[in-house]
């Protein structure tokens, strides 16, 4: 006979399900808006940009299932800190959505012209890099809520902020080369791709706490 | 023969109350912050950055609060609705808070130095006026679901938005004399005060949407 299981935790899996799904759309812009910068392409940033309205629309939908949820199945307890949590992931993932989407506008911005100059491309592209891992072991949290994993995104992440503070350094060079609209791109940029990181930290640390009721580290 | 308000009533109350002290305490701190950047003072960038805590905790503590009463009075349709919409503005102004405190931590990285130079002053402290204006009336609007406060935010917010593109208009002057390192200040400067504004339109829409169920915009 089969096992029985809930129709309430079949919701619940169904949230988890969306934030899946919703954190591996993020992650693709994200690597597609780093693609469009560092080759300059339009195609890729305006694909990314056309994105964004899906993120938004399954992130709003998936709220008000979650509303729904609570409102019909009015849990208490862990339950209902899951519901919570659900609802503040999603809005962690909306806005690595528009992360994705400020980069992509940036490189639509300065077409044909590169936003990215040459010799800093190969940060950009391990930034790109480094974000990526960040974000696909996000996935993998949300999915499995793996704690070796949460605390592994939080060390990840340090290699986002070295990247973050060797392009910085570049800027401030000073034979840096290439004018201040140039400097203004790459403050932004580097910002956009921080901040992408530290909402896929944040939803690790969610998971963190959900799970062990504990925090992983001493402040947000 | 008083009136007799119900417990529950009295606990939305509360919500509201602390969302409007946070509200205060993030506005005093972004007013506070301006006049740092402005004066150079590090005595004041000190109090800002030691007064993120307090917000943290106020949000954190209120989080707590919120959940607890969903999980005990078991809300459904619009109470929960408003619930959900708390938290929501708590974690909107506990990032208004983070915003002051980015803002005071680059008076404190240029001291005795000023971040901002003297041709600059007249638009920041504009931008630092016009701020406050919007996070004043958010403050009102949360406090009183006033439907035309809250669209005005919006336009207020508006004023904020040039004040910015001014800002970058002055770095993008070919006789910019003032090198990378200022102008990556400004840069993340005007970012931080456009985020704070930001923040301070989405609770307006929050409440609009809270209290009409529909939007007072295309999009977020």
């Not at 519901?83 to 690595?96: F, G, P, V, Y």
Request: with cysteine; net charge negative.
């Amino acid at each position: 006979m089969a096992w029985l299981r809930s129709a309430f935790q079949d919701e619940l899996d169904g949230v988890t399900a969306t934030l899946v799904e919703l954190s591996t759309i993020v992650t693709d812009s994200m690597v597609k808006a780093t693609h469009s910068l560092l080759t300059a392409s339009v195609t890729e940033a305006e694909e990314v940009i056309a994105s964004d309205d899906r993120v938004d629309r399954i992130a709003h939908e998936l709220d008000s299932r979650i509303i729904d949820i609570i409102a019909r199945q009015q849990p208490v307890a862990s339950d209902l800190r899951a519901l919570i949590t659900a609802l503040r992931m999603s809005a962690d993932l909306e806005r690595m959505g528009d992360m994705a989407h400020h980069v992509a506008k940036i490189t639509r911005l300065r077409h044909p012209a590169a936003a990215i100059p040459s010799e800093l491309l190969l940060t950009m592209e391990e930034m790109g890099k480094s974000v990526k891992i960040v974000a696909d072991k996000c996935t993998e949290v949300i999915a499995d809520r793996d704690l070796n994993k949460a605390l592994e995104v939080e060390v990840d992440d340090d290699e986002v902020d070295r990247l973050h503070r060797k392009l910085f350094t570049s800027l401030l060079d000073e034979s840096w080369p290439h004018g201040t609209e140039t400097a203004i791109d790459i403050t932004l940029i580097g910002r956009y791709y921080e901040r992408f990181a530290d909402h896929a930290v944040s939803i690790a640390r969610r998971v963190y706490f959900l799970v062990t009721g504990t925090y992983s580290d001493k402040k947000d």
